[in-house]
Each structure stands twice: as structure tokens, then as C-alpha cells.
Nanobody, 114 residues
């Protein structure tokens, strides 16, 4: 079972940037489409971005043009570059396979102040 560890969160002002990382264990990491999710206080977890095994990407409309997902299979790592951050991006960010089949990590907190 792949274990996931997210990092890179923090507190920034609106307009700032952060780069999140998700390190996965196990040799099957590269065979899975991976996703970033986020959960804001009092809200359900939502899908933010997807990256396929070949690098194709998909984004939720609210982050298009601001967030970029990438992966380095040699390092078993998926990244989320977040630019032009808005207060509504405040949430705990998680990564997982697109199917949600891996054990969820603890996530990384992103707080954006206005």
C-alpha cells in the first residue's frame, strides 16, 4: 500500500505562491494517475487537479491558469505549484491516486490572507 506525505504548505498573503509536494512510497506510484484534493473548514473534500501517468493534466475551473500539477516518477513525487493565491484557496491539501486508492496522508495546510 502506497503511503503519502504532503508538504510545502504555509501562510501567505493573497497573490502569493506556494509549491506543494507529495512523496509516495512504493514501486507502483508511477503507474497511477495522481490527484490533488483540498478540504476547507466545514466543506467537503474537492478534487483540484489531476495528472495522468503520461503527464496529461486537468484542473477544476477555480484554479485553472493559477495552479500547475507535475510529477517526477523517479522521485515518486507529485507537485502542485500554486500562484496568484486567493483567500478561498485556504484549505488542507491532500494528494492521492485519482481513484483515491492509497492511504490518505495528513495533508498540508494552506492559509491565504487578504
Amino acid at each position: 500500500q502506497v503511503q503519502l506525505v504532503e508538504s510545502g504548505g504555509g501562510s501567505v498573503q493573497a497573490g502569493g505562491s506556494l509549491r506543494l509536494s507529495c512523496l509516495g512510497s512504493g514501486s507502483t506510484f508511477s503507474f497511477h494517475a495522481m490527484s490533488w484534493y483540498r478540504q476547507a473548514p466545514g466543506k467537503q473534500r474537492e478534487l483540484v487537479a489531476i495528472i495522468g501517468t503520461s503527464g496529461t493534466t486537468t484542473y477544476v475551473d477555480s484554479v485553472k491558469g493559477r495552479f500547475t500539477v507535475s510529477r517526477d516518477n523517479a522521485k515518486n513525487t507529485v507537485y502542485l505549484q500554486m500562484n496568484s493565491l486567493k483567500p478561498e484557496d485556504t484549505a488542507v491539501y491532500y494528494c492521492n491516486s485519482y481513484s483515491g486508492s492509497f492511504t490518505w496522508g495528513q495533508g498540508t495546510q494552506v492559509t491565504v490572507s487578504s
